[in-house]
């Protein structure tokens, strides 16, 4: 399989610095975003603990040579061991106490023709193909459980003030469970992983929409974020998108 990817990542219109980070290896198939959250700059340095850590983990292990199961298992290892690694830094350093990072983590399975991915928090992972716009993750938010046991609307789910209340985030306690999830791959497949700053400001359909139009993977991500601002980009925002080729 072959596959082509493009990533763009954003201040936002709002907040001062940008806490997010996202990691791209077509070389290896291992795509990543992770949206950090801490005093002091600390979500920064969380989200980027991450994807280094992601990335250092993969490297030795591509995925070319491994089928599904074992790509998930690599990959969920990686994450937890992101998230001792952050969780041990956190109690080092008094000013980075606290902080944490989501992580949605994409890895490329070629013999198999899937996606493994490994997810924790509220960035999330999409599929665009000929059926349409499909959110593959869960969000691990307040707001998504007040959904799921049916006292929330996902309308009102969206305009929540506590809509970005996590249940769960890498790095705040010393163990996470980590989502796996895998979805099959075929030529045209458009996947994309996103932080929240991107989904509190479009609706799937919104987002669909402009991967629809855009002319070209690159396009596609810069006009994702440009949207994301024109309404107002009250956060950070970080897209990353993989085409599958064939
Ligand atoms: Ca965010």
Redesign the pocket.
Known sequence: MKWESAARTDRGRRRPQN??AFLVRPDLGVFAVA?GMGGHAAGDVASRLAVDTIAERIEGAHSRRYGRRRAADILGAAVREANHTIHVAADVEPDKAGMGTTVTALAIVSRDHVAALAHVGDSRAYRFDRDGLRQLTKDHTWVQQQVDEGMLTPYQARRHPFG?VLTRALGTDAGVDVDSLDTELRAGDLLLLC???LTTMLSDGDIAAILRDANGLGAAAEALVEEANARGGI??ITVVLVRIEG
Do not use: M, R, V
């Open positions: 806490e997010d949206d970005n932080s929240d700053g956060d950070n």
